[in-house]
T-cell receptor, first 116, second 109 residues
Framework: GAVVSQHPSWVICKSGTSVKIECRSLDFQATTMFWYRQFPKQSLMLMATSNEGSKATYEQGVEKDKFLINHASLTLSTLTVTSAHPEDSSFYIC????????????FGPGTRLTVT | GQNIDQPTEMTATEGAIVQINCTYQTSGFNGLFWYQQHAGEAPTFLSYNVLDGLEEKGRFSSFLSRSKGYSYLLLKELQMKDSASYLCAVVSGTYKYIFGTGTRLKVLA
């Protein structure tokens, strides 16, 4: 149980375009989803926390107008990178937690974004 | 502020034991997770400690001392497949994880 999927697993886009990444909890209801970014040989950096039906909470330094997060249902959250630039190239990972008291997060397989 | 430190890289020999340390200073504490991450893949859960002491699970053990802000992950009988990054993550006052810098472990034959 507790499976999280991401789509696409990798994407290449041109500078200036927008890219949408989906994160789905397949066998549980995710009350909270988290979006992380990971640059090569670095650790995960939390970008934002989203709760179903409410606006995402962004970490300091993350532009909310550039990284649009929508948590429209208890099983789906999306991250849209708008007007992508080469410096946005990174590994984007989502995670989800259910509505119980557990602190464990379940991670998706990640999406490799390359902006040319 | 929030600060979590781990060694950047470690090297060990197949069959040996290695200890990866993690020290933290956070504004809240609701437990500490250890994750394993292979390059280009998502982190996979290894352990969770919220009380002081040692938790053993097969070849992996994790220790926590809340008063010292310190944890370690112990890997026994190292195998080549254990070559990966090991991430320490503290759950702060909310449900957020604060990740450490990660330790890249290289296991040599």
């Amino acid at each position: 149980g507790a499976v999280v999927s991401q789509h696409p697993s990798w994407v290449i886009c041109k500078s200036g375009t927008s890219v949408k990444i989906e994160c789905r909890s397949l066998d549980f209801q995710a009350t909270t989803m988290f979006w992380y970014r990971q640059f090569p040989k670095q650790s995960l950096m939390l970008m934002a926390t989203s709760n179903e039906g409410s606006k995402a909470t962004y970490e300091q330094g993350v532009e909310k107008d550039k990284f649009l997060i929508n948590h429209a249902s208890l099983t789906l959250s999306t991250l849209t990178v708008t007007s992508a630039h080469p410096e946005d190239s990174s590994f984007y990972i989502c995670s989800a937690r259910g509505g119980d008291s557990s602190y464990e997060q379940y991670f998706g397989p990640g999406t490799r974004l390359t902006v040319t | 502020g929030q600060n979590i430190d781990q060694p950047t890289e470690m090297t060990a020999t197949e069959g040996a034991i290695v200890q990866i340390n993690c020290t933290y200073q956070t504004s809240g504490f609701n437990g500490l997770f250890w994750y394993q991450q292979h390059a280009g893949e998502a982190p996979t859960f290894l352990s969770y400690n919220v009380l002081d002491g040692l938790e053993e699970k097969g070849r992996f053990s994790s220790f926590l001392s809340r008063s010292k802000g310190y944890s370690y992950l112990l890997l026994k009988e190292l195998q080549m497949k254990d070559s990966a990054s090991y991430l320490c993550a503290v759950v702060s006052g909310t449900y957020k994880y604060i990740f450490g810098t990660g330790t890249r472990l290289k296991v040599l034959a």
